[in-house]
């Protein structure tokens, strides 16, 4: 019967083996680790629009400060948030904070200090967060006594004598700021992001 009996280069070429393996396992896992998205990056690239972006990120802050996340930057207040729906049964502490986050809007609506409008623009950042987050949230059972949110502004067009009385107010920047708004159709908001070098004179010949 033949007994094998390992040389020393045969161990060194296992070991080496063994060695490189377990290297190329811990590569693997590093890569991995690095190619997830914190929750802030997932929530932040599904919003296309810049505007939108910072109005949602305002409005998320609200509802940490709401729920005493600690008051750190937004990436930081993400991750906590995330990690507490884990270490809390995911969906039921989630579920909890935004019932709660709800009624305190509610109350201020009832107070009329917000329109239901409002209620429905603080809870879009939040049900987006969730969903790329994988946070489950039954919305429809926890918005159910919400009243509907109206789908039109009640606004209207000015009238010529509106506008005319308008003009009349002394300072010449309120006639600019009138007169560029009802001819191209823009809003208030537009204002926001113009800059002079965005306005082009039109030469007649």
């Not at 991750?79 to 969906?91: E, L, M, R, T």
């Not at 305190?104 to 200090?113: A, D, Q, S, T, V």
């Not at 603080?122 to 919305?139: A, G, S, V």
């Not at 006639?175 to 823009?186: A, E, H, N």
């Amino acid at each position: 019967m033949l007994i094998y009996e390992p040389t020393h280069n045969n161990i060194e070429k296992m070991t080496s083996k063994v060695a490189l393996a377990l290297e190329q396992q811990v590569q693997a896992q590093d890569f991995e680790s690095s190619m997830e998205l914190d929750p802030f990056s997932l929530f932040i690239n599904a919003i296309r629009a810049e505007q939108t972006r910072r109005k949602y990120q305002a409005r998320l802050n609200t509802f940490f400060d709401y729920i005493s996340i600690p008051n750190s930057n937004l990436e930081e207040r993400c991750k906590i948030f995330v990690k507490n729906c884990h270490d809390n049964g995911n969906s039921k502490y989630a579920i909890n904070c935004v019932f709660r986050f709800i009624v305190h809007l509610k109350e201020r609506m009832n107070r009329k200090e917000i329109v239901v409008s409002t209620i429905y623009n603080y809870l879009k950042p939040i049900k987006l967060f969730c969903e790329m987050n994988d946070i489950e949230i039954k919305w429809k059972k926890i918005t159910l006594g919400l009243p509907k949110e109206k789908k039109y502004a009640e606004d209207r067009a000015p009238t010529i004598e509106e506008i005319q009385k308008l003009l009349e107010y002394p300072d010449r920047r309120i006639k600019v700021i009138i007169l560029t708004m009802i001819s191209c159709g823009m809003r208030l908001g537009a204002w926001n992001d113009l800059k002079y070098k965005h306005i082009q004179p039109i030469i007649r010949r």
